[in-house]
Nanobody
Framework: QVQLVESGGGLVQAGGSLRLSCASS????????MGWFRQAPGKEREFVAA????????YYANSVKGRFTISRDNAKNTVYLQMNSLRPENTAVYYC?????????????????WGQGTQVTVSS
């Protein structure tokens, strides 16, 4: 069973930055597409960003384009989400997910493994 462990969440003021990390136990991590999703209280889980196996292709929700950056380090089995210019509406639990086979990056049902999530709270 592949384990994904997120870290880096916390409390930050509006306009601030955080970098989330997601470490994977999978020896085949470098073959997986990876994604970040988030879920705010009372809302459905939504797509944030995704990256293909090599890091050559990235995808973003319109609401985070230009502010968030997804990246990966296959040597460290880790994917990152750099979040800048944070807004109160970005407050949510952020989850990383792994997709064993190429699918639709924005579709949560395509992902095979999920982390437990890390809380991000942005104060106004």
């Amino acid at each position: 069973q592949v384990q994904l462990v997120e870290s880096g969440g916390g409390l930050v003021q509006a306009g601030g930055s955080l970098r989330l990390s997601c470490a994977s136990s999978a020896c085949t991590f470098s073959t997986y597409a990876m994604g970040w999703f988030r879920q705010a209280p009372g809302k459905e889980r939504e797509f944030v960003a995704a990256i293909n196996w090599s890091g050559g292709n990235t995808y973003y929700a319109n609401s985070v384009k230009g502010r968030f950056t997804i990246s990966r380090d296959n040597a460290k089995n880790t994917v990152y989400l750099q979040m800048n210019s944070l807004r109160p509406e970005n407050t949510a639990v952020y989850y990383c997910a792994a997709d064993r086979t190429p699918g639709t990056p924005e579709r949560s049902s395509d992902y095979d493994y999920w982390g437990q999530g890390t809380q991000v709270t942005v104060s106004s």
